[in-house]
């Protein structure tokens, strides 16, 4: 028992902590705020969060590093990628992103451009800002360090600007980093610049449109804007200095008393939409949150945590979509992973949370604060372009590595209406995927192609030795349904193909394996059982037929049945089927400690592509008897 004035010591501790949650949580009380609603969390014990799948959403990687066969192509070798930032202008995705050599902060650094017309298929990495010599002899207040043969390094929160008179202007910072540990974004650093992009892809002249304090036109390479001798060119940037939410975004690479940022604190990586009554509704890391009345001139409190929000040390993203709805993307964890989708009728109660990217390739660069997982997500800002489909278009990061967009369904849908009836011979090209959820790297795309004969197969490739091609397809919540499917397998020496079936958390009940030892086989438990013999180019009529009430399920073959095994997992329903040419992975788990500072063997090198075609897929629940 502990002794009476030691009592009172903790009673009063907890008052004074009760206290201060409450004063903390008044705002959030007294005002309209961002909060969610929901009863889905993740679980970070898995990639995907054991999150139900948003539907249809297709993940595309834009950028795969690799040092080992630098090319322009690869970002020139440089294995730092990350912060892109996205934009739709002139009927074209564009696309930035900073790059440093090795690791974040570690100089030097430089920020990249990539276009697409359809955000599938995208252009080679060109260098939009280059690497920018530092003076030497710069030093920073508390840091010892002085410059000597430094670069500086990119950071950036704002990425694009519309003007209203249709310039298209690319933005980034160039910030100093002394050492390895030292930040870009203190507001030491140079300054933020400007360059135009033109309707034929050329670019005008690199301006500063913003210098820290030590910095003018007599100590730097670049001008300052006002310069230059076009005249829309500057008014557009004189267009963009007058906006407050554009200026907000600025906050914590810029002067600590600059006069054009509203809210000086230094709350991180802003993001921002507009409710349908015109107040503005401003996001920051860790899920914080507040309202402004005045276009983000003045906020009526200041940002606290959306209550029950589940966010980190990582960028969250809000917009409004074109159903009249709202958005927020973001990892819903204390780790960077998984990517995940909440949906608002009025842009404030979020109350669902859906998965928009559940993996984790291997890092193949270790660096300098590289973290595992999908990452720093960003839409396309308000005003800066609408894609035509009406879809949510937003990129990401991969382990700060490799670089990402993903296409997320407008209406943002949880659940199959119907049951799967595709031939992908008779289905639109444009249309065949549109319900399937796929993620398709560089080295392992997900695609329509077609096969010799000129029939459209849904098509699994894969050479590369980290990652794999993942195609899924959701169905209503069954406890018996029967799935039918023909695949032709390009090779029967190397490769794998998994054919899970799942229920609505990822928790697969079924797996069917295509293995490189020409065999069909059926995971049982522990182990692996042979089911029968395949041939290379010769298609495979299989169906399935499965009941979670008994865990069991029938394979037929061609026609043949041949067996009938029980789930190596128990699920309730089954809600989806999925192919995907790799192992299951848990690495990297919540203990996985934070820095990776080794490079994997062949981590450029890839592996003989494999192939599988998909030419059909067909579920159904059984008819009763009569």
């Known amino acids: ?27 959030v009380l007294a005002q309209d705020t961002v909060r969610y ?56 995705f564009y696309l930035e992103y900073l ?7 570690i100089p030097p650094g430089q920020t ?15 260098i939009l800002f280059p690497p920018y010599k530092v003076p030497d002899g710069t030093t920073k207040a508390g840091n010892q360090n002085v410059a000597q043969n430094l670069y500086a390094v990119m950071h950036q929160r704002m990425g694009f600007y519309v003007a209203e008179n249709e ?61 230059s ?58 899920a914080l949150t507040s309202i402004s009345k005045d276009g983000g001139q003045t906020w009526l409190y200041p940002p606290v945590r959306a ?74 800002l308000e005003g800066n372009g609408t894609p035509p489909d009406g879809d949510m278009w937003v990129t990401y990061s991969m382990n700060k590595e490799d670089i990402w967009v993903a296409r997320i369904p407008v209406p943002v849908k949880a659940k199959a209406e119907q049951h799967v009836n595709e031939v992908f011979d008779r289905l639109p090209e444009d249309e065949a995927l549109q319900q399937w959820n796929i993620y398709s790297p560089q080295e392992a795309p997900v695609q329509i192609t077609k096969m010799e004969d000129g029939t459209k197969v849904l098509s699994l490739q894969d050479a590369d030795r980290f990652d794999y091609a993942k195609a899924e397809r959701l169905f209503p919540p069954s406890h018996q349904v029967s799935c039918a499917f023909t695949i032709i397998p390009a090779q029967n020496d190397k490769g794998l193909l998994h054919i899970e079936f799942q229920d609505g958390k990822g928790t697969a009940a079924v797996r069917l394996v295509l293995d490189a030892d020409s065999t069909l086989k059926a995971k049982a438990g522990y182990r692996y059982s042979g089911l029968t013999r395949y041939e290379p180019h010769q298609p495979l009529d299989i169906k399935v037929d499965l009941n979670t009430d008994t865990r069991s399920y029938e394979v037929f073959v061609n026609g ?51 192939r599988y075609y998909i030419k059909s897929l067909k579920t159904q629940n059984p008819q009763p008897n009569p």
């Open 37 to 92: 609603t929901g009863q889905t969390l993740s679980n970070v014990d898995y990639h995907h969060g054991q999150l139900h799948p948003a539907m249809g959403v297709h993940n595309i990687q834009v950028l795969h590093a690799n040092r080992q066969e630098p090319t322009p192509a690869n970002g020139y070798g440089w294995t730092y990628n990350h912060a892109p930032m996205l934009a739709y202008w002139n009927d074209t």
């Open 307 to 380: 209550p029950h929000f589940v966010n980190s040390n990582a960028k969250i993203w809000g917009q409004r979509t074109s159903d009249g709805r709202y958005a927020t993307v973001y990892n819903p964890s204390e780790f960077r992973w998984p990517l995940a989708v909440s949906v608002s009728e009025d842009g404030l109660a979020y109350d669902s949370l859906l998965l928009v990217q559940g993996e984790i390739t291997a890092m193949r660069y270790g660096g300098n604060y590289k973290s595992y997982g999908p990452q720093y997500v960003r839409g396309i």
């Open 229 to 286: 001798k076009d005249k829309a060119f500057v008014k557009a940037c004189d267009e963009l200095l007058s906006k407050p939410l554009m200026m907000q975004q600025w906050v914590e690479e810029a002067d600590r008393d600059d006069p054009l940022i509203p809210l000086k604190e230094q709350y991180k990586a802003f993001s921002y939409y507009h409710l349908s009554d015109g107040r503005v509704v401003g996001l920051w890391k860790h």
């Open 99 to 105: 790059s440093d050599s090795v690791g974040e902060h």
């Open 560 to 610: 043949k049945k041949e067996a009938t095994r029980i789930f190596f997992a128990p699920v309730h329903t089954l809600e989806r089927v999925v192919f995907r040419t790799g192992e299951v992975r848990r690495f990297p788990d919540a203990d996985t400690p934070t820095d990776q500072m080794f490079d994997l063997p062949k981590a450029g090198d890839p592996e003989p592509a494999v």
């Open 167 to 227: 310039r298209l202007l690319a933005l980034a910072y160039y910030g100093i980093a002394l050492d390895d540990h030292d930040s870009p974004n203190d507001g030491h650093g140079i300054g933020r610049v400007v360059r135009e992009i033109k309707a034929d892809g050329s670019f005008g002249p690199i301006y500063f449109i913003r210098y820290n304090k030590g910095w003018s036109e007599k100590n730097t390479d670049y001008p300052f804007y006002k310069s």
């Open 1 to 27: 028992m502990y002794p009476i004035r030691q009592t009172y010591r903790l009673v009063y501790q907890e008052i004074i902590l009760l206290a201060w949650c409450v004063c903390w949580c008044m705002p």
């Open 112 to 126: 990249l451009l990539v276009t697409s017309q359809d955000g599938y298929q995208w252009s080679t990495p060109t």
